[in-house]
Each structure stands twice: as structure tokens, then as C-alpha cells.
């Protein structure tokens, strides 16, 4: 899937959707019970996943890494965007342009951070602060938060 189109009242859900994440983050211990299933996936919660037509699913959290990163306050933006399609993965553009909505830093192809997050060019990728990786059909990014969201 190449491309995106997202209408007003999807980008008020990931408004939405980035301001419950950030005021309910995730603790280790919210992670260690995820695996150990006594709690749900946060893909499988509603609260944190929008779903934009043309079978793209968007997940978001604000999670700590570790028990010691918790008690530094260090989180981190984690986004998880999957396509309904097997083996198939979102362009990385795209993946890009939602991950600037939902806060994350981005930078152009030229390794300049961009300071507008409403571009849409096909050169934004997320910036050398972010891990991305590919798991099942999904794309996952994940950057450490430098500032406290709250």
C-alpha cells in the first residue's frame, strides 16, 4: 500500500489516540503482565488503535523500556502500523507521517529534522533518536520520549 489519505475526523482520532497514550502511560510492570497474559496486547485495546480506511491499523503507546527506565521517569513513544494484507508492510512514508502526527521526530531524506509535521513528502523517515523494525506485518517504531509528555 502506497499511499494515505487521512480525513479531519481521523486525525482528531489520532489526537485523540496520542493524548491517552501519553496521560496513561505504560509501566514495566503493565508490559510483564501483557506477557505474561494477564492483561490484553495494547494492539487489542481500543484505546490505543485507530484504524484508517484502506486497511491500515495504527497503534500507539507511551511505555517504559525497563523497571530502572520507569524509575527515572525515562518512556518511550512506541508505534506499531500494520496493513490488513499477509506479508505485506506500510510504505515507510506513510509510517513516517503518522508517526510526526503522533509526535515523534522526523527527518528528511537529506538527515535534516523536520519541524513541520503536516509534510507528507515521501522522504520522511523517523530521525537517528528512533529504533524501527519490522514484526509480523507490522512497522514499529520506538523513540525515547526527551521530554516528559505531561
Request: hydrophobic letters at 40%.
Amino acid at each position: 500500500m502506497g499511499s494515505i489519505v487521512i480525513s479531519k475526523s481521523q486525525e482528531e482520532a489520532l489526537l485523540k489516540l496520542k493524548k491517552y497514550a501519553e496521560a496513561n502511560k505504560l509501566s514495566f510492570a503493565d508490559k510483564v503482565d501483557v506477557l505474561t497474559k494477564r492483561k490484553k496486547d495494547v494492539s487489542d485495546r481500543k484505546e490505543h488503535t485507530v484504524l484508517i480506511p484502506l486497511s491500515y491499523k495504527v497503534v500507539y503507546c507511551v511505555e517504559a523500556g525497563s523497571e530502572l527506565d520507569e524509575k527515572v521517569g525515562k518512556f518511550y513513544r512506541h508505534l506499531s502500523m500494520s496493513i490488513a494484507k499477509q506479508n505485506k508492510y506500510p510504505n515507510p512514508a506513510v509510517v513516517g507521517m503518522i508517526a510526526a502526527k503522533l509526535g515523534f521526530s522526523v527527518i528528511d531524506g537529506n538527515g535534516n529534522i523536520v519541524e513541520d509535521r503536516n509534510r507528507t513528502d515521501i522522504s520522511m523517515f523517523p530521525s537517528k533518536n528512533c529504533m524501527v523494525w519490522q514484526e509480523n506485518n507490522a512497522v514499529n517504531v520506538m523513540e525515547e520520549l526527551l521530554v516528559d509528555v505531561e
